[in-house]
Structures are given as structure tokens and as C-alpha cells.
């Protein structure tokens, strides 16, 4: 068991290492490719596991967990191999696309351990695989870095490659298969019409500056996106399984949980993405901004953001598990993301200043992630929480694909030349986005407090703490009582 559970992390450390490394790559990247388009480079990855996942989750209820854990790491790994030998930024894209699929092996690696470990020792390899994938957040910048430097973005890719691959061999060698089936049917056609009405109202998002906004080319794409996201929500309402169960929103603490979790995604996501555009620019490029930090030096930066989020992660974990609100968790976690989206307007000119600012995001960022699944509990009754984890882990990677192409569509008219020939951006374009970012973080945090805010009844299954049931009241985070001389259960 000790092998299983340590193959099974290092799989989520590819999932880590596929969504971190682009970030610090950007840059380079953009020298190749000179492109005002470098959001789509993380925007495909996301929306490919916002669609993969549920799908495959589903055929894997049919034909096997460690079967689809497999087929998804060979995708995977076929993609990276493309990305490595792409000549063109299209190319890249396309094994970009494929690299996503790896973001399903977040749900099937859970469900395989629950399968095939006892219930004890499930529960502490499901742990260990959550905080490895921490871990290996932490030195995920620094390795990045150093394979930049030495090999060039191509060579973080190579690794990567290597990574995934060896680790489909061993898993097929070693990790044993899941007995258990069940009958299921996979939405492969509201997956393909979801991912179709993104793509199309993003193209003209994307493109809409560039082709013109009313141009044919322009207006083609978004009609057939919304077209095609008209069909979606129509074919939701006729199957009996959807890729999104659109009556769970008629909840309250789901809508909250869902706009907390994706919004909190799409910020970590697009900040991820401006800081090294920060620092590692140079200050003759940038002009008002840059520090000209190597892919090696960044580090510095980007790790303390890693131990941060870690560090909040565990330690809410053990306030949870002694009866504190979750809720309350999370919307402290985007009042940090709030103040970090500001710090970042004002005070971005330094190493300095760009460490905090990375040290809040972090901060931020361990707080809601660590608090969503404990969120989703407590707002679901038991029966219901498989459907409802799957609906927010889709909305939050859709929300991941879409907010990087907004972000570089308002950095695109402020692209300008770098004296090595790629793309930089003024610092205006970053502003506006971090005061869209504010805006966003601050309108969620005013909805917690008016409309969405707790009321009796929110909390319909409650949480385990200390061996006793307790629900965790947004108040004081005191339990539900058992009755006066029964034992707990």
C-alpha cells in the first residue's frame, strides 16, 4: 500500500508541475512565439480538464478506475511529447490541450484509493496525497526554474514528459485495479457542447480586437458559441446523467460554495500568470516595471507563496476538525486575495513588494481550497455530494480556462516589442486587470454578507469532529448536540 499511495502522489504532482510551470514559462515562451494570445497557453489546459474530468469519471465507474487513470496519462503524456516538438504556437496549444486531461486523475486517484485500500488506511493515503501535491508545490518553482535556465522552456516540458510516462509504467506494474463497477453514462456530448460554447464566445473575446468586433469572422464565433451553449443547456434538461446538474443550484450554500471556489480558481490561475510577467521582464523592456529576475531567482518569490498556501492548509485542517466554521475559512481566504489583488496595483517595483504580495496569495489560496470540500459537506446531504464536488471541480476549472483569455484580451492593446523580439505588456494593462480582480473579490465578499449569507438550515450534513457529530454553526463553530445519554456516533 505504502508504493500505491506514494505512485498516486506523484501522479497529482503532474498535475501540479502542468499548471505552475506555464506561468514561469511565459515568458520564454512569448520570446518564441511572439503573441498577445499567451492566456489560451493555460485556458486550454483548464478547460480540457473541466471537460475530461466528469467524463472520464463516469467511464470509469464502467470500465475501471486504473484503466481511465491510465488512457488519461498516456493523453496526457502525448500531449506533452507534442508541446516539446511544436513548431508553432498552434501546435503548443494542441498538446497543451491534451497535457489537461491530467486534471482528471485529481477525482480518479480519490476514488482508486477508496476502492482498493481499507477505510482507515484510505483516508490517510487520500491525505497523503493532497499534501505531497503541496509539497511539490514548493520546489515545483525552483526545479521549473532551473530547467528553463539549462534547457529553455522546451526542456520543462521534456522532464515533464518523462514524469508522466514513467509513471504510467509503474502504475500499470504495480497499483492493482478496482473491482467495482457500476452502471453509468457518460455526457460525452454535453462535454463536447460545453467545451464548443466556451471556446467560441472566448475566440471573440480573444480575437475581437485584432479581426474587429463586428467583423464576420468575429461574429461567426460568437453566435456559434452561444449557439452551441443554448444546445448545452437545452440537452442538460433531457439527460438523465448531465456533465452539470443545473437543479443544484437552487441552493443557496452550493451557489456560494461554486462562486467562491471558481472565482478563487480564476484568480489564483491569472495572478499566477502576471507575477512573473512582473518580475521577470526587464526594467528596459518594461519601462515603469521589471525586475529582471531569472527563471532561477524567481523562485524566491513564487516558493514563499507554496509554503504559505501548505502551511494555511494544515492548520485549517486541524481548526476544522475541532469545530470551526469552514465557511468563515473561505471568505477570509478572498478577503487575502482581495488585499493582495491591491498590494499588487501599488506596490509591485521591488522583490520585496512582489513577496508579499505572493506570500498573501498564498495565503489566500490555502484558505479556500482547504475549506471548499469541508463547504461542500456541510451544504449537501450525503447522497448528493459525488454530483455536487463535480459540479464546483467543473466550475472552478471553467472558470481557470476562462479568466486567463480575459485577462491577456485587456493586456492585448498594451502589447508592445521586447528588445529580444518577443512580447511585454505595459504595466497599465496589469493595473486594470488587478483593479478588475479587486472589483470581483470585493463583490463576492459583499454577497457573503447580504444574499448569500448563512442562514438556519445551510448546513444539512454535519461534519465529523473529534469522533462526535457536529455541524459547524457560521457563528461560534459550536456542534450539534447528541441527545443526553446516547454514545456518539
Not at 503532474?14 to 485556458?43: C, K, N, R, Y
Not at 522546451?154 to 522532464?159: D, L, N, T, V
Request: aromatic share 8%; net charge positive.
Amino acid at each position: 500500500m505504502v508504493v500505491t499511495t506514494i505512485l498516486l502522489a506523484c501522479v497529482l504532482e503532474a498535475v501540479a508541475l502542468g499548471a505552475i510551470m506555464i506561468s514561469i514559462a511565459l515568458p520564454s515562451i512569448l520570446e518564441e512565439f511572439p503573441t498577445d494570445q499567451g492566456g489560451w497557453l493555460l485556458s486550454t489546459y483548464y478547460l480540457a480538464g473541466a471537460v475530461a474530468a466528469p467524463i472520464l469519471g463516469k467511464c470509469a465507474d464502467l470500465y475501471g478506475k486504473k484503466r481511465m487513470l491510465l488512457i488519461t496519462m498516456g493523453i496526457s503524456g502525448l500531449g506533452i511529447i507534442v508541446a516539446v516538438l511544436a513548431p508553432s504556437f498552434g501546435v503548443l496549444l494542441i498538446g497543451r490541450t491534451m497535457q489537461g486531461v491530467i486534471l482528471a486523475t485529481l477525482s480518479l486517484t480519490y476514488s482508486l484509493i477508496r476502492d482498493i485500500f481499507p477505510p482507515k488506511p484510505a483516508a490517510f493515503a487520500a491525505s497523503i496525497t493532497v499534501t505531497g501535491m503541496g509539497i511539490f508545490g514548493i520546489v515545483t518553482p525552483l526545479l521549473v526554474g532551473i530547467l528553463i535556465a539549462a534547457f529553455g522552456w522546451r526542456g520543462m516540458f521534456g522532464f515533464d514528459a518523462v514524469w508522466t510516462l514513467g509513471l504510467l509504467l509503474l502504475i500499470a506494474v504495480v497499483v492493482p485495479e478496482s473491482s467495482l463497477r457500476r452502471k453509468a453514462r457518460p455526457d460525452i456530448l454535453g462535454g463536447v457542447l460545453l467545451a464548443l460554447g466556451v471556446v467560441g464566445i472566448l475566440l471573440y473575446v480573444s480575437l475581437g480586437r485584432q479581426l474587429g468586433w463586428v467583423s464576420l469572422v468575429s461574429l461567426a464565433s460568437l453566435i456559434g458559441g452561444i449557439a452551441f451553449f443554448t444546445w448545452f443547456l437545452l440537452h442538460t434538461r433531457r439527460v438523465a446523467e448531465p456533465i452539470i446538474d443545473g437543479s443544484l443550484f437552487r441552493r443557496r450554500p452550493v451557489i456560494f460554495v461554486v462562486l467562491f471556489g471558481a472565482v478563487g480558481y480564476a484568480l489564483s490561475a491569472t495572478i499566477g500568470q502576471l507575477m512573473p510577467l512582473l518580475a521577470l521582464t526587464s526594467a528596459e523592456d518594461g519601462g515603469t516595471y521589471g525586475l529582471g529576475l531569472t527563471t532561477v531567482e524567481y523562485a524566491a518569490v513564487e516558493t514563499p507563496r507554496a509554503i504559505a498556501a501548505a502551511a494555511v492548509g494544515i492548520l485549517l485542517g486541524i481548526l476544522v476538525a475541532r469545530g470551526r466554521s469552514p465557511r468563515m475559512f473561505m471568505v477570509l481566504g478572498m478577503s487575502f486575495w482581495l488585499a493582495a489583488t491591491l498590494w499588487l496595483i501599488f506596490f509591485n517595483d521591488t522583490q520585496y513588494f512582489l513577496t508579499i504580495g505572493a506570500l498573501l496569495i498564498g495565503t489566500g489560496g490555502g484558505m479556500v481550497n482547504a475549506s471548499l470540500p469541508n463547504v461542500v459537506i456541510q451544504a449537501t446531504p450525503a447522497d448528493n455530494q459525488g454530483s455536487v464536488a463535480g459540479t464546483v471541480q467543473l466550475c472552478q476549472t471553467g472558470f481557470g480556462a476562462v479568466a486567463p483569455v480575459l485577462m491577456f484580451a485587456i493586456l492585448a492593446p498594451y502589447a508592445m516589442p521586447s528588445s529580444t523580439g518577443g512580447i511585454v505588456y505595459q504595466e497599465t494593462g496589469f493595473t486594470i486587470w488587478l483593479t478588475c480582480a479587486a472589483v470581483t473579490a470585493a463583490v463576492l465578499l459583499l454577497l457573503a454578507a447580504t444574499v448569500l449569507r448563512p442562514r438556519k438550515g445551510d448546513v444539512v450534513s454535519p461534519l465529523l469532529v473529534s469522533g462526535k457529530r457536529a455541524a459547524a454553526t457560521e457563528g461560534g463553530g459550536e456542534g450539534v448536540r447528541e441527545p443526553a445519554g446516547q454514545p456518539t456516533t
